[in-house]
Antibody
Framework: EVQLVESGGGLVQPGGSLRLSCAAS????????MSWVRQAPGKGLEWVAN????????YYVDSVKGRFTISRDNAKNLVYLQMNSLRAEDTAVYYC?????????WGQGTLVIVSS | SYVLTQPPSVSVAPGQTARITCGGN??????VHWYQQKSGQAPVLVVY???NRPSGIPERFSGSNSGNTATLTISRVEAGDEADYYC???????????FGGGTRLTVL
């Protein structure tokens, strides 16, 4: 059974940092692109970032470019999202997803709240 | 940047057919994927590559894509189909993933 389990969310002050993790199991992790998608409270889905199998290609939505970094550890089946210079508008549930175009599988999400 | 436009809401009676549209410039040249998101849950893929269903998704869910409009069709709608539905494409010109704004399906 495919499982994606996010962790690392929480309350952070504006300008602060958080690192999200996503643990993958039940599929050949190293064979997949991986993505992060977020959903602000009461809003729609927004793709945040993705990366290819070996980490040599990474893409970001313009609003997080230069602030967020996606990375992965294929030996541990983990994908990360380092979030710096956080803003109130980054408040959202963050999902990781296996990115086979389409997004085949999703985690349950982790909530990030940016507030003073 | 590429934009996908969905109606905010669609309402349908049980047993009837719901059609949810997703508009985009020449979207017919792209592969469109559809996700269902029930309240408080993560999204689930229901149709991929315009009209294919993942295993476990009922045959009542189908999709089409031509010209400037893609359509998700749900036949014989059930109360359990009530959810938000999102279309999604990959925009090769920007290497960005794009989601539509979402459509709330209400079963009357």
């Amino acid at each position: 059974e495919v499982q994606l389990v996010e962790s690392g969310g929480g309350l952070v002050q504006p300008g602060g940092s958080l690192r999200l993790s996503c643990a993958a199991s039940g599929f050949t992790f190293r064979g997949y692109w991986m993505s992060w998608v977020r959903q602000a409270p009461g809003k729609g889905l927004e793709w945040v970032a993705n990366m290819n199998q070996d980490g040599s290609e990474k893409y970001y939505v313009d609003s997080v470019k230069g602030r967020f970094t996606i990375s992965r550890d294929n030996a541990k089946n983990l994908v990360y999202l380092q979030m710096n210079s956080l803003r109130a508008e980054d408040t959202a549930v963050y999902y990781c997803a296996s990115d086979g175009q389409p997004f085949d599988h999703w985690g349950q999400g982790t909530l990030v709240i940016v507030s003073s | 940047s590429y934009v996908l436009t969905q109606p905010p809401s669609v309402s349908v009676a049980p047993g009837q057919t719901a059609r949810i549209t997703c508009g985009g410039n020449n979207i017919g040249s792209k592969s469109v994927h559809w996700y269902q998101q029930k309240s408080g849950q993560a999204p689930v893929l229901v149709v991929y590559d315009d009209g294919n269903r993942p295993s476990g998704i009922p045959e009542r869910f189908s999709g089409s894509n031509s010209g400037n409009t893609a359509t998700l069709t749900i036949s014989r709608v059930e109360a359990g189909d009530e959810a938000d539905y999102y279309c999604q494409v990959w925009d090769s010109s920007s290497d960005h993933v794009v989601f539509g704004g979402g459509t709330r399906l209400t079963v009357l």
